[in-house]
């Protein structure tokens, strides 16, 4: 599973958001400090920064026992050293007092009401649905996270308009005897959370690798030539898939090279319109107005190009055809050759049916026409299967 890496990421890469630490093992300069702030992640693709005290020393893949507001919460280290710092600036984390610290490596006791914790999250989620449903709230419950040593529950939700919840909490606190907090989340933040497969067969991007969500619009569909179809572009969050800006600034350097799909090419024969455009084939179809029934014709860019500087100059060309890009065949060698024979659907005709008991549905000459004898049939010679028959069974005569 995972990346294969042996244990050298401490938590064999497969977890959200790992971060592979490829400067692990790599000594620190002479009179520098190790970074003493580490990377901790909690359920999910949740992750803090915490400063690890003078004297105690952590490694990735250890489970900790940070400071929490209140009370105390357990995670996994998954990133030490520098690379810390450089994520830390990226995420613009500043480094400063206000950082928690890590109090103490987890301990068996620590671990046990940890897990313990972490499994009432499944019956506590189910509970806490219909709650809300038994107060109609405009709501949707996506996830619930207990803090490390079980006193205060996370619940995380998406809605759509406002929402007054203060009863709710007062339920919820009242029947599962934790501190609760609400958190609202976004659709793409739920997503991220619950993970899943996308249409390409793989996870879903913003639950593995993508941190931030950048906004999607349906102008990316455009430049891409996709069908605007919501069914089709949307992700299982219901937003435009995010995929859809990965390669945004190829396709948008590649049609500037491209005229405009409002281009019209004049030829003796009519006025023909744009059809469609291989971005990254080079070429662009059009077809007659006057004879919307003809196929499109193909046309390579640069005698688009050709055509529209005739029709700036106030000259026509015959016909499109006349540019039209011609289908080359498949080289022979290329041809699929069927060598031994078996992906003929006729390849068990020309073979004889094998005979069945008894001689029955065997077409053809029978053995005695094949050699210029005469058959049963035609009074010569006898059937010897008769004579068999006849005397089986049957006592011999004296």
């Known amino acids: 599973m995972g990346c294969k890496s042996n244990g050298n990421c401490g938590n064999s890469g497969c977890d959200v958001m790992t971060v592979f630490d490829w400067l692990e093992g790599v000594p620190i300069p002479e009179g520098q400090r190790a970074f003493d702030i580490v990377e901790v992640r909690f359920k999910r ?65 620590d671990i046990t009401t940890w897990q313990a914790a972490r499994n009432r999250e499944d019956e506590t989620l189910a509970k806490a649905r219909l709650t809300v449903a038994e107060h109609k709230l405009d709501m949707k419950l996506g996830d619930v996270e207990f803090q490390g040593d079980g006193t205060k529950c996370t619940f995380y939700y998406t809605a ?8 709710l909490v007062r339920a919820l606190a009242s029947d599962f005897k934790v501190r609760i907090e609400m958190r609202q989340i976004g659709a793409r933040q739920e997503s991220a959370r ?18 931030d969500f950048r906004s999607v619009s349906t102008g990316a569909a455009r430049y ?17 898939k995010c995929c859809l800006n990965f390669e945004l600034d190829q396709y948008k ?13 004049m030829t003796r024969k009519g006025k023909a319109g ?17 004879d919307p029934g003809t196929s499109p014709v193909p046309i390579d860019l640069e005698d688009v190009r050709n055509i529209m500087e005739m029709n700036a100059r106030g000259e026509k060309p015959d016909d499109l ?78």
Not at 227 to 237: D, E, V
Request: net charge positive; proline share 4%; charged share 30%.
């Open 321 to 398: 055809q006349k540019f039209a890009i011609l289908e080359e065949a498949a080289p022979e060698d290329a041809l699929y050759g069927d060598v031994v024979g078996q992906d003929d659907v006729n390849r068990f005709d020309n073979k004889g049916r094998q005979r069945s008991k008894g001689g029955r549905g065997r077409k053809g000459p029978s053995r005695g026409d094949q050699k210029g004898q005469p058959s049963a049939k035609q009074g010569g010679g006898g059937n010897r299967r008769n004579k068999r028959r006849k005397g089986r069974g049957s006592a011999p005569k004296a």
């Open 224 to 240: 891409q030539q996709l069908s605007l179809n919501p069914q089709k572009l949307a992700g299982q969050c219901g937003k435009l």
């Open 160 to 167: 759509e308009q406002r929402v007054d919840f203060r009863e």
């Open 194 to 211: 619950l993970g899943g497969i996308g249409v390409c067969g793989r996870e879903l991007c913003c639950s593995t690798w993508l941190s």
């Open 274 to 290: 744009h059809f469609k455009t291989d971005i990254f084939g080079g070429r662009m179809w059009f077809q007659y107005f006057d």
């Open 253 to 265: 350097e590649a049609v500037a090279k491209f005229p405009p799909p409002s281009t019209k090419l």
């Open 45 to 109: 693709n949740r992750k803090g920064f915490y400063r690890i005290g003078q004297g105690r020393r952590v490694q990735t893949g250890d489970v900790a026992v940070v400071d929490a507001v209140p009370g105390e919460d357990m995670g996994i280290v998954s990133l030490t050293g520098e690379l810390v710092r450089a994520q830390m600036k990226a995420k613009r984390v500043k480094d400063t007092h206000e950082i928690r610290k890590v109090i103490r490596k987890a301990e068996m006791d």
